[in-house]
């Protein structure tokens, strides 16, 4: 159940391991606040269900599906933090190339895959949803912002390119939290001061994710929630 004396920081994340490597340092950073995490078991931005139109009104079911689970109402959170991979979804449509191969594979500049128009127009659709998530400034009447992690958070974390495996990602996952859950200033710094750092305010990140090839590449603006929380 919920701490009733405690407001809830609710993060959205594509899959266990996100929370298995950003729960512990979180909850070491906002300890005045109870962390919690929404996993969705796969990318929301590309789900063939979801659009522009009904990307808001989604995220608000996921958040009642988690409000539900715990308890908690609507005024006991405190803010929504979605966090997501960005797969390219920027890029141009002649970018996305065809490929004899079973995975998709991504590169800094275009996409090989065996299915390109499957591709494309999952490109489109998220890059759609995506720039509506990143202009809505709440969901109802809780605060919501959306940060991205270049192709996955593997990519920003460790540099890692390749496809990875389940007990690969658990690995990474479990390194990453014994390096930095009692080091939460470590933490920030590595996003903060990174060359993956993208500079600007928030609007700036998600105009610079969206241009050329950026968004296939190792990016993120998620040091900016802990400016705000700096500043706050």
Not at 73 to 88: A, R, S
Not at 140 to 169: A, C, V
Request: aromatic letters at 10%; hydrophobic letters at 35%.
């Amino acid at each position: 159940m919920i701490n009733k004396t405690k407001k809830v920081i609710l993060f959205i994340a594509e899959g266990p391991t996100d929370e298995e490597t950003l729960s512990p340092v979180l909850k070491n950073i906002f300890q005045k606040e109870d962390v919690r995490f929404h996993i969705v078991h796969g990318d929301l931005t590309s789900n063939w269900s979801i659009n522009a139109q009904n990307a808001v009104k989604t995220v608000n079911q996921h958040i009642d599906v988690e409000r539900k689970r715990y308890g908690f109402d609507k005024k006991d959170i405190l803010k929504v933090i979605h966090l997501v991979d960005m797969d390219g979804a920027f890029i141009r449509e002649d970018q996305v190339v065809y490929a004899d191969q079973a995975e998709i594979l991504y590169f800094n500049d275009h996409i090989e895959t065996r299915s390109p128009e499957t591709v494309i127009n999952r490109n489109a659709r998220k890059s759609q949803i995506l720039s509506r998530l990143s202009l809505t400034g709440k969901i109802g009447t809780i605060p919501y912002s959306i940060y991205y992690f270049s192709r996955n958070l593997e990519h920003i974390f460790h540099n890692s390119k390749k496809n990875l495996t389940d007990e690969e990602k658990v690995n990474y996952a479990d390194a990453f939290a014994d390096r930095y859950s009692s080091n939460p200033s470590a933490f920030i710094s590595l996003l903060s001061g990174n060359d993956f750092t993208v500079p600007g305010n928030y609007r700036d990140t998600w105009e610079f994710i969206s241009q050329g090839t950026n968004s296939l590449n190792r990016h993120s603006n998620f040091h900016l929630l802990f400016q705000e929380n700096l500043e706050n």
